[in-house]
């Protein structure tokens, strides 16, 4: 018999493995990428990224460390929780809109409904955490009494009861559809694109040099999309017209992905980022320009005002007609 393979053990994270899967899968998962994000931008509600506050962002990111999470699962529960919110929220508005007529006690309705979103918050949150820890089949889930524990810790009181039917309050108002693709997704399979394409660049160095990039977007995420905006208008006072149009900006995935390659291959590869930006562009119909300020956007934040200056030279590139490109 032949000497067994190990097996590595449940929960650890040996990160993704490129260049193993077949073109006709990366470009149909690439299709089904863009299509989901361009339908999400369509439908997209009126306070989307509302509940992607720096501290809610951090409080997640935190807590799936502390529960040895994989890297999806807290971009899938910071996602999870902010769909959730916005339902909630829009739904108690239109209870309150139907009882509209009752002039008096409006004020103390209001107030209700904050008070009910308040002291719900932290349960619907690990809820998010624990729904999103159940869509990896690879890593450990978090058990009931795992999150009871945490809760007490905290000083709450809920029993397993209501925390089981907290779940199943963020499942019915997202209609139990909780597997949405996340910006990682969008960054591990555009690596696997500019890999495929020829570009010879450092695929594990720069996958784990783009997460440590995609959570300093999660976590400044205010700053850099207002510098992003104000180079959009040339203006260091947009107006609310401007900021309520940039929403799709803000919201839009493939962009985020795209930014946080480029701005990764700046830092690590700067020698490949001028090709990088136009495989990029080829790959998602995203102009350079629009690439560059992302970049700069991430950079100034990062170090100041520094931008990426255009590096030229060899990627290695295959030929256009060998390259996956998104369908016309």
């Not at 009126?46 to 935190?62: N, S, W």
């Not at 594990?204 to 990039?213: A, G, N």
């Not at 999309?225 to 203006?235: G, V």
């Not at 995203?286 to 520094?306: D, H, K, M, N």
Request: contains cysteine.
């Amino acid at each position: 018999m032949g000497s067994q393979v190990p097996l590595e053990p449940r929960g650890r994270d040996s990160g993704p493995l490129f260049s193993g899967v077949a073109p006709e899968i990366i470009e149909d998962t690439l299709i089904h990428l863009a299509t989901e994000n361009e339908q999400y931008l369509s439908e997209l509600p009126e306070h989307a990224g509302y509940f992607k506050d720096t501290r809610i962002v951090e409080f997640i990111f935190l807590l799936s460390e502390k529960w040895r999470l994989d890297q999806s699962t807290r971009y899938q529960a910071v996602e999870l929780l902010e769909r959730f919110m916005i339902k909630q929220v829009e739904q108690m508005c239109k209870d309150r809109g139907n009882a509209k007529g009752r002039d008096q006690g409006q004020r103390s309705s209001w107030s209700s409904v904050r008070d009910q979103i308040t002291n719900t918050f932290v349960l619907r949150l690990v809820s998010c955490v624990q729904l999103a820890s159940k869509l990896s089949l690879h890593y450990s889930r978090v058990t009931s009494d795992t999150a009871l524990k945490f809760l007490q810790s905290l000083k709450y009181s809920y029993t397993k009861q209501e925390l089981l039917e907290s779940e199943l309050a963020v499942l019915n108002t997202l209609h139990f559809h909780i597997n949405v693709s996340t910006p990682l997704a969008y960054v591990e399979l555009l690596l696997e694109v500019l890999g495929y394409n020829g570009c010879l660049l450092p695929a594990k160095p720069l996958h784990q040099l783009c997460v440590q990039l995609l959570d300093f977007c999660y976590l400044t995420r205010e700053t850099i999309y207002d510098t992003l905006l104000k180079i959009a208008i040339e203006n260091s006072t947009p107006s609310k017209l401007q900021i309520t149009k940039f929403l799709t900006v803000k919201e839009d995935f493939m962009l985020l992905a795209v930014g946080v390659i480029s701005t990764g291959v700046f830092i690590l590869s700067p020698g490949h980022w001028e090709q990088v930006v136009e495989h990029l562009n080829c790959i998602t119909g995203i102009s350079p320009e629009s690439i560059l300020e992302f970049s700069y956007a991430v950079v100034r934040r990062i170090v100041g005002s520094t931008t990426p200056k255009q590096h030229r030279g060899n990627c290695g590139t295959k030929s256009p007609e060998d390259r996956i490109l998104p369908q016309k």
